[in-house]
């Protein structure tokens, strides 16, 4: 589909023709877990690091499925990893794991 | 309707027929079949017939009262055998018969079963963030329907706010309930109406997941509730309830549609616990030679085309004994668990 | 006795003595390796040895570590004289050897296989009562070893008579070790059985020579049984560094280090080389590991990380899976710890990654009290915990702040316990800083992973850091609150960071006992199970876990108690969604049971 010239920045929608989420499918082979996900948001609500600034881990593997990589990885930076998410996710998501792999595909990135 | 004495087939009148569990797919049950001219005996484990529908208020939609619906059932219960307090400890089998063997020790031979032994009500203390049975404030919607029946929930304090919490203890792996309880939506709404019926002022919000408002009126009473009601509906599950200096509930929870946690005080929080398995199932299953799923309901081999069949010839399910479902279909599914019967026993 | 043969010497000793000068130099050159790996801090640590203590402790462990075999003693009879048998027996033969080399024949002193095959190289003279005393001390001994060997082979095929519901899976070099192991001793028998009427015997050497004396006596068989006794000794030591033996000579090595003081920081420094080689692969491990609930498993318990490691091979996948409930380093005979070798492994693994915990920080200045009280992230999904703790406190009259009551800075241990430091320390100082500045004299924790973490990583002088169930139960003891007796039975959960992680076991006991009938699990204190809700591992997905949930109940309700009582806010949410039975914190046990 064409884009028409009108905006200066790029476009706000997500196209799903142009997605780029290989780093979703990369951490979905080492942790299926994270195609469970059906964005309750029980691991945000509960989240440690919400407090003090935007993490939430729902939203961010979502963003990642979306192909916005570094939206999702900036979201998670904040997490301290104290396990309140796995404990409230109804779908028993092992959402450290997908934490630290996405994190490690971050740095594999840099 | 076709009285005992018109039916056709008379040597229905010399078949028994036992139903196990005495809810409204039990009463059903029992009355279709005492209809078609079998001798029916319904064995009770509680004290009284009906089932869930004792502790329930209203229906919807409609609008009618549990007690109607049950006072209809018993006031129309001549004819069959109620045993209450009662209930199975072992069956024999033989070749058309089942020889049932009550906890009265009362031996009862009959030609087929129905199994309507329900749900149950999932317990709410499982649910440890949640608070149940530690804040006052924190009640479920068996409770809340306890209130409403008892009519004590004028007695209470006006709440400025209350809180309706969807899928307790449903699509929930952590407790060992993938399943969706089906009604509890529709029975969020509902109570949620109910309350700014009594308290005009008071404010209403629904901590949903998905709404599942699946069924005909269902969707209107959605409709009614944010065009006249003004509940409010919050797309995110409720993670955490604590309790402030003042005795008023925190609640967390993420408002997923904006992307940001969210945290409310209220004075009442009603949490929807959801409907799972009646935990006589597996002992059941074992007498009666049936299978259960894993999600702890009994298991139809041919949930499609044959709803009320069980994997033995002479045992059949009816209502919620295989899974959540709503009063109106629970009255379906007993009236084909009875036409079931029926076949088999009028062909032999 | 004099000897025989007059160059004390035949060619079948060969295969032993290339065997021999082969594992003595390689041991040689891995002890000077392993030193030299060591830094200079280490290395003058090992100068230690020489006080009396060390000296003393490190010779005390040795005998009873590496020859007695006194832990697995303690864990099954017959497994500890199994080990025990074949180690000290083989070392009392080979120390009386040398001794009747001395004794009988000082010219040939000092000849590594003369000791071994003495009975071949001499000849009885006439009958002494020392002579006779030693063939019976051999003889003995020898029998003792025969025993543990058929005990060992025996276990091979029905562990769990021997205490081992599983037992090690073998390689090739362990096999061949193996056989070769269990071959040396039987052809030792018979090879002195044939020399027995020569240079004497006892009750067993001698009785096989008189049994079977037509054939034993013809001289055309002897030699071959001396060489194949031979060859069964030298290939063990020629596949002794490719097989489990080696943790022979390396847990001597390690006692050493162990006691010097030298802990394991990388994981091919000097000590933890030392614990990957001390490893006997007995297996132990396997049968403690939670993991091995599920047989398909097993292949990640600790016995075969450090395989894994020892062969340099990729160890990613069993150092994230663990819980790191210590149970393996609990009851590892050898005591080596392997949590600290995943936790290395993890720190190479996970430890690059950077996280930003800027905007961090407690915000509201605390009221000022005594006694600080912090929940923890997990207090924070179990309130009954909490407040149970202020209904308690309130009733002691003691006043108290509530640190995190509405936002918490989660204490580290779960960043530490990823392999990730620098983070854990970042969130350390935040924490501290809050704790110091509220003046508090006691910090009071509902959490034992908290408890682990603020006991050992945050530097909190002055400040007495109390779990609850401790706390509680001096409050009982010094009577500010008092309890009433209840009917109903109860059964304790040591939590693995409360229990094993910190030593309290005692305590939460003895306040249980004082409310109600305390029933036994089979596995408990430092055995407990972990309830499979442990954040020690990385990758562990839900579905495992839940098998572990429920291994770990079975064993607690074993004695059918009415309440499973823990004390820890992880174990009391993992547990009851699973429990049919009523499940509560120790806490909350105690606010039902206080008298007004």
Redesign the interface.
């Known amino acids: 589909m064409t884009e028409f010239g009108f905006k200066l920045s790029q476009s706000n929608r997500i196209d799903l023709d142009e997605t780029d989420n290989s780093v979703f499918k990369k951490v979905a082979i080492i942790v299926p877990d994270i195609k469970l996900c059906f964005n309750c948001g029980s691991c945000s609500a509960s989240c440690t690091s919400t407090h003090f600034k935007r993490v939430s881990f729902r939203s961010a593997i979502l963003l990642l499925n979306r192909g916005h990589n570094k939206e999702a990885i900036s979201m998670l930076k904040s997490c301290m990893l104290c396990g309140k998410c796995i404990l409230v996710c109804p779908r028993g998501i092992d959402t450290r794991n997908i934490i630290i792999n996405i994190l490690k595909a971050e740095e594999e990135m840099k | 309707m076709v009285s005992p004495s018109e039916n056709l087939n008379l040597n229905n009148m010399y078949k028994n027929v036992l139903v196990l569990g005495g809810g409204v797919a039990g009463l059903q049950a029992a009355s279709s079949l005492r209809d078609l001219g079998y001798r029916v005996t319904l064995v009770e484990k509680g004290e009284k017939p009906g089932g869930h529908l004792n502790n329930w208020d209203r229906l919807y939609p409609g609008n009618i009262t549990s007690s109607s619906v049950i006072d209809g059932y018993l006031s129309n219960s001549q004819g069959i055998r109620i045993l209450t307090n009662t209930t199975i400890k072992s069956a024999l089998k033989s070749d058309k018969l089942l020889t049932v063997i009550t906890s009265s020790s009362e031996e009862i031979t009959v030609s087929a079963v129905i199994i309507t032994t329900g749900f149950s009500l999932f317990d709410a203390t499982i649910k440890e963030e949640y608070g149940y049975g530690l804040y006052n404030g924190v009640i479920t919607n068996a409770d809340l329907e306890s209130l409403f029946i008892s009519g004590k929930i004028h007695n209470r304090e006006k709440p400025s706010r209350v809180g309706f919490v969807h899928c307790v203890g449903s699509r929930d792996d952590k407790v060992c309930n993938r399943h969706c309880s089906k009604i509890c939506c529709m029975t969020a709404v509902k109570q949620a109406c109910e309350i700014k019926e009594i308290w005009p002022e008071t404010e209403a919000f629904c901590f949903y997941m998905d709404l599942r408002m699946f069924g005909r009126g269902y969707e209107d009473l959605y409709y009614e509730a944010q065009n006249k009601y003004g509940v409010n509906f919050i797309r995110g599950r409720v993670s955490e309830v604590g309790e402030d200096e003042n005795g008023k509930l925190v609640v967390k929870a993420e408002d997923t549609l904006t992307s940001r946690p969210l945290k409310i005080s209220l004075d009442m929080l009603v949490l929807m616990s959801g409907m799972v398995k009646n935990p006589d199932n597996k002992a059941l299953s074992a007498i009666f030679e049936t299978s259960i799923g894993e999600d702890g309901f009994f298991a139809q081999p041919h949930p499609i085309v044959n709803p009320t069949g069980s994997s033995s010839t002479r045992i059949f399910f009816a209502g919620s004994a295989t899974g959540p479902k709503s009063v109106a279909e629970s009255v379906n599914e007993a009236k084909s668990a009875a036409l079931s019967v029926h076949m088999l026993l009028s062909n032999e | 006795m004099k000897e025989r043969l007059i160059f004390g010497y035949d060619p079948f000793v060969l295969p032993f003595l290339i065997g021999m000068i082969f594992i003595i130099a390689y041991l040689l050159v891995g002890t000077v390796r392993i030193i030299l790996s060591l830094n200079n801090n280490e290395k003058k640590q090992l100068f230690r040895i020489f006080i009396p203590v060390n000296a003393y402790k490190i010779v005390k462990d040795i005998i009873l570590d590496c020859l007695l075999h006194v832990k697995i003693f303690k864990r099954n009879l017959l497994l500890g004289y199994m080990h025990s048998s074949i180690a000290f027996g083989w070392f009392m033969l080979i120390v009386l050897g040398h001794i009747e080399v001395m004794l009988f024949t000082p010219q040939r002193n000092g000849i590594f296989y003369y000791p071994i095959f003495f009975r071949y190289f001499v000849m009885e003279t006439e009958e002494t009562l020392q002579g006779a005393f030693f063939f019976f001390v051999m003889d003995f001994f020898l029998l003792i070893i025969l025993s543990g060997i058929a005990l060992a082979i025996y276990k091979r095929f029905r562990s769990h008579r021997l205490g081992m519901k599983q037992t090690t899976k073998l390689r090739l070099g362990d096999n061949i070790a193996l056989y070769s192991l269990w071959l040396i001793f039987p052809l030792r028998l018979l090879a002195e059985s044939f020399t027995a009427d020569i240079s004497g015997g006892s009750f067993i050497t001698k009785g096989i020579n008189d049994l079977f004396h037509s054939f034993v006596s013809n001289p055309a068989n002897t030699l071959p049984v001396w060489w194949a006794y031979s060859c069964a000794l030298g290939l063990f030591f020629f596949t002794l560094p490719f097989s489990r033996y080696m943790h022979i000579p390396t847990e001597i090595l390690l006692i050493v280090l162990r006691h010097v003081g030298i802990n394991a920081t990388s994981l091919r420094d000097g000590y933890s080389e030392a614990e990957i080689y001390s490893c006997s692969r007995c297996g132990i491990c396997i049968d403690a590991c939670p993991m091995s609930f599920e047989k398909k498993d097993v292949k990640f318990t600790s016995v075969y990380f450090i395989r894994l490691l020892r062969r340099r091979e990729i160890a990613e996948q069993p150092a994230?899976l663990c819980l790191m409930c210590n149970k393996c380093v609990e009851v590892c005979p050898v005591g080596i710890d392997s949590t600290k070798l995943k936790l290395i492994c993890r720190e190479i693994?996970?430890g690059?990654?950077?996280?930003?915990?800027t905007?961090?920080?407690y915000n509201s200045p605390l009221k000022r009290e005594k006694l600080l009280y912090y929940g923890g992230?997990?207090t924070?999904?179990?309130?009954?915990i909490s407040?149970a703790i202020s209904k308690i406190l309130d009733k002691a009259e003691i006043s108290y702040v509530h640190l995190d009551?509405d936002?918490?800075?989660?204490c580290?241990r779960?960043?530490l316990l990823?392999g990730?430091l620098k983070?854990a320390r970042e969130?350390i100082n935040k924490n501290r800083e809050a704790i110091i500045s509220s003046g508090c004299t006691t910090l009071l924790l509902s959490c034992p992973i908290c408890y682990k973490m603020f006991k050992e990583e945050y530097d909190l002088k002055g400040i007495e850091v109390v779990h609850h169930s401790v706390y509680i139960n001096n409050l009982v003891k010094s009577k500010r609150i008092v309890l009433k007796k209840t009917t109903d039975t109860c059964v304790y959960h040591d939590p693995c960071e409360l229990g094993r992680g910190s030593g309290i076991y005692e305590q939460p006991r003895e306040l249980l006992s004082s409310m109600m009938l305390l029933k036994d699990s089979p596995l408990q204190n430092n055995e407990s199970i972990c309830c499979g809700?442990s954040?020690g591992s990385?990758?562990?997905?839900?579905?495992k876990r839940k098998i572990i949930t429920g291994g770990s109940l079975d064993n607690l309700l074993t004695n059918d108690p009415d309440l499973l009582v823990t004390s820890c806010p992880?174990c009391?949410?993992t547990f009851?969604?699973?429990n049919s039975k009523r499940t509560a914190d120790i806490a909350q046990v105690v606010s039902e049971q206080m008298i007004n």
């Open positions: 994230d693994n996970n690059a990654i950077s996280f930003d915990y905007p961090v920080k992230c997990m924070n999904l179990t309130p009954s407040t009551k936002q918490t800075i989660c580290g779960p960043l990823s990730n983070g969130l809700g954040l990385i990758s562990m997905p839900f579905a992880l009391l949410k009851t969604p699973l």
